[in-house]
């Protein structure tokens, strides 16, 4: 049997196309934001493109100062795959009371932070981890091996000196 050199270059191309895109970094786009009609819901919809399971965490801001945003579902934390996703925020609970149409949300894969040199990422504690009062890249394991906290560490939403969000000790004085 005789294989031609030209199906022996496509196959190679698409070999090496497929192991680019199993190797590359995830990506969000078309990331947009709305009330549902007569709730204080916000859904925020973003496109995932990415091989793997991912850790997705979600900010949002007016002019750069953070909006609270404990109360979350949908796809967030980890365990994200590829595909049209959906999160959800109750504005009514966090933030109940306050309107605004310049408010611009950030949706993030923290695999992508995990490029950057400092380890201490999200040292602000403002990115939640897979629940309200967990930091992303303060959980071990959750989104790479860098993370970790011990004791009564925790994500907290007083006190901070700039943002909503804070990393705070615990203990029987609080």
Request: aromatic share 8%; proline share 3%; no cysteine.
């Amino acid at each position: 049997m005789k294989v031609s050199g030209r199906l022996l270059i496509a196959v190679a191309a698409i070999l090496l196309f497929g192991l680019a895109t199993a190797f590359a970094d995830p990506v969000i786009t078309r990331i947009s934001a709305q009330q549902r009609p007569g709730t204080k819901l916000v859904d925020i919809h973003y496109d995932l493109a990415t091989a793997g399971d991912v850790f997705v965490a979600v900010s949002g801001a007016i002019d750069g100062t953070p909006i609270p945003m404990h109360t979350l579902s949908g796809d967030i934390g980890g365990g994200i795959r590829a595909g049209s996703r959906r999160i959800t925020w109750n504005a009514g609970a966090d933030w109940d009371g306050q309107y605004t149409s310049r408010a611009r949300f950030t949706v993030v894969t923290t695999e992508n932070l995990l490029h950057i040199s400092n380890l201490l990422s999200n040292s602000g504690f403002e990115i939640q981890g897979s629940h309200a009062y967990s930091a992303a890249h303060w959980e071990e394991g959750v989104p790479g091996p860098n993370g970790g906290h011990w004791g009564t560490a925790a994500r907290v939403d007083w006190r901070a000196r700039s943002g909503s969000w804070a990393g705070a000790l615990r203990g029987l004085w609080a």
